[in-house]
């Protein structure tokens, strides 16, 4: 998915510059997505853990983001909160309303679908109570700050007074948070394979590996050019990044991490192991709800309102990159790491074909399509390995 990420930003790049459109790889356009992406990266790696436990999916995490979102903004635009107070009692709200859908799904055996689904309604009646049906705006600039600047932090005063030197500050700073990631990854990487070996694991073979390490480090250097040619680096893709280290060390590198696996592998052999599987059930909806909380800050800030509309659809961008990402449809299977893929696949294609006018219509009905194909790979690889 990598590779094929790869390509249709290729695609994109030749049909927009023959279209005179500009270009995908403009130093504001990536900007662009990664800030209008943000929040389904958040979503999709909350949505994954729900997934690894049997396919099972939430439909309330649009609506929980309309309600956290609300109360942001009535707590701090209408009743001027503390901004940090107001931000823990939000993530607080996310964390009881995961816990809320995991105690019916985990322990009274409810389906996650049935819960959700009636998650989905409440929520978002509740949010057009808080709300009264109006829209909050503007919010404060220190919370706004906390969401959509850039580092490194340059002035306006340096800005104007010599553009040249902000310009240079910036991209040296991106660019040396680069490397460093760089580094990190290869060690890191390699660290894991070391480990691997000598448990006797499988690994792929070294010229691969070498060759996969090159590709994300130029991926990566590539982008923080482009980053460092604009505004410098977005808060809000630190954020997003250190949510996605987590999680991914937590599914790969833990054992609570591992028993997600193992419950959607075979939940009844999971069991008889001895995975208290209501409580690894409870926990993956519980963490739901907490992304969701903080895909609803996210959304506050980049709207720079709190609008009872908030969230439409978030749920089915979410679940679409988690598949799209290769995670699979029966559960078990299915990384934080491919669901970031599959939520960046689907915000280039958003973007690719906004730049290129495609009727909104024929955006859905792609995204559609693609989600589909996903999912057929992913049960046509299932056959195939049964029939073997």
């Known amino acids: 998915m990598f590779i094929a990420l790869i390509v249709v930003m290729l695609l994109f790049q030749v049909l927009i510059v023959a279209t005179d459109n500009g270009s995908l790889f403009a130093p504001s356009n990536i900007t662009n997505i990664i800030n209008q992406n943000a929040y389904v990266v958040i979503l999709a790696t909350g949505m994954l853990l729900c997934i690894l436990t049997g396919g099972n999916i939430d439909l309330s995490v649009g609506s ?3 309600f956290v979102g609300a109360i942001a903004g009535t707590l701090i635009a209408n009743l001027h909160w503390n901004i940090y107070a107001a931000i823990l009692v939000c993530l607080l709200v996310g964390i009881l309303i995961g816990a809320w859908h995991g105690m019916w799904i985990a322990f009274v055996h409810i389906p996650p679908f049935i819960v ?7 929520w978002r009646g509740a949010a057009l109570i ?3 049906g109006l829209t909050i705006s503007p919010m404060p600039d220190k919370y706004l700050s906390l969401f959509t600047s850039y580092l490194p932090s340059v002035s306006y005063q340096m800005l104007n007074d010599n553009p040249d030197k902000a310009m240079a500050l910036t991209f040296t700073v991106t660019m040396i948070v680069a490397v460093v990631c760089c580094i990190v990854l290869v060690i890191s990487e390699f660290l894991q394979r070391g480990a691997k ?3 006797g694991y499988e690994t792929t073979a070294l010229g691969l590996f070498i060759a996969r390490l090159v590709l994300f480090c130029a991926v990566i250097l590539v982008v923080a050019s482009l980053l460092g040619r604009d505004k410098g680096i977005p808060v809000i893709l630190i954020i997003v990044a250190v949510i996605v280290a987590v999680y991914a060390y937590y599914t790969q590198n833990t054992v609570p991490g591992r028993y997600l696996y193992a419950l959607g592998g075979n939940a009844k052999a999971a069991q008889l192991s001895g995975v208290n599987t209501d409580h690894v059930m409870f926990f993956a909806y519980t963490n739901m709800g907490f992304l969701s909380a903080v895909a609803a800050l996210a959304c506050v800030a980049r709207f720079n309102s709190a609008a009872p509309t908030a969230g439409t659809n978030y749920e089915m961008d979410a679940i679409g990159s988690c598949f799209i990402g290769g995670a699979s449809a029966y559960g ?5 790491g491919g ?3 599959g939520a960046i696949f689907m915000g280039v294609l958003n973007n690719g ?5 495609v009727d909104s219509n024929w955006q859905k009905a792609v995204k559609g399509l693609v989600l589909l194909l996903a999912v057929l790979f992913d049960v046509m690889s299932k056959k195939r390995k049964s029939s073997k």
Request: overall charge positive; proline content about 0%; hydrophobic content about 60%.
């Open 339 to 341: 669901a970031v893929i």
């Open 197 to 199: 070996r000598r448990k």
């Open 64 to 66: 929980i983001v309309a």
């Open 332 to 336: 078990g299977t299915g990384t934080v």
């Open 116 to 122: 959700t689904l009636a998650g989905m309604l409440l």
């Open 130 to 132: 808080v709300l009264n």
């Open 353 to 357: 074909m906004s730049i290129l006018g």
